[in-house]
């Protein structure tokens, strides 16, 4: 059975919950469906939630990582304020916070790994992950910057780590951004794009499905 490895991030800043989280808590454990051609299988999905904290967050992921070797890997972080599901293309080779992880972590204009590219692009198919998940009904973009707070200190760390080992070089990894949940849309003080949770987890499964199907 092929495994698919979910990780997201708890809650940060302002914010007391985090949908990134709650999706994969609810996801925890259930088995996919698969096809490919006329063969059917299945694929058991593994989480584990991060620190909103820069390099551990990393350390984190490689330790997950190495006691599971899962076939696809998806990172899902909360990008409040966005419109819809986001399918980061790529993460650079830098770290810089607006605000604080939560280990009081500010970094600025810092490498993530001195001597390292500029930069990695995730290795999902992320052209028909779009598709697919807009085929849908869902609101969905490709993204070309996930910033520089942790998600992509994620993104760079983890793509690192992955294609710098042999052993799970071949490892497809992709980042997700989601918008808030409703609930946490209307404690704004202004209007502010959400999404419920049960589209979000449709997403999730979309995008399970058409990168092992």
Request: hydrophobic share 40%; with cysteine; glycine share 8%.
């Amino acid at each position: 059975m092929k495994k698919v490895l979910l990780t997201g991030f708890g809650p940060f800043g302002k914010d007391s919950l985090n949908p990134a989280l709650l999706v994969i808590q609810e996801l925890d454990g259930q088995k996919v469906a698969l096809k490919n051609g006329g063969k059917t299988s299945e694929a058991e999905i593994i989480t584990k939630e991060l620190s909103v904290v820069f390099s551990k967050a990393i350390n984190e992921f490689k330790t997950t990582v190495e006691t599971t070797n899962p076939d696809l890997i998806l990172s899902i972080g909360q990008a409040g304020g966005r419109m819809g599901i986001s399918l980061e293309r790529i993460g650079i080779n830098v770290a810089d916070a607006d605000i604080a992880d939560n280990e009081k972590n500010k970094p600025r204009d810092e490498p993530i790994v001195r001597e390292g590219p500029a930069a990695y692009f995730t290795t999902i198919n992320i052209r028909k992950s779009f598709n697919e998940v807009k085929q849908a009904g869902i609101p969905v973009k490709i993204s070309n910057s996930a910033g520089t707070y942790v998600c992509n200190n994620l993104i760079y760390g983890a793509l690192h780590f992955l294609t710098s080992n042999e052993t799970y070089s071949k490892i497809k990894y992709g980042f997700i951004h989601i918008p808030y949940l409703p609930k946490q849309a209307a404690e704004k003080k202004k209007i502010t794009p959400s999404m419920p949770l049960a589209l979000i987890k449709e997403a999730i499964l979309i995008l399970i499905k058409g990168n092992l199907g």
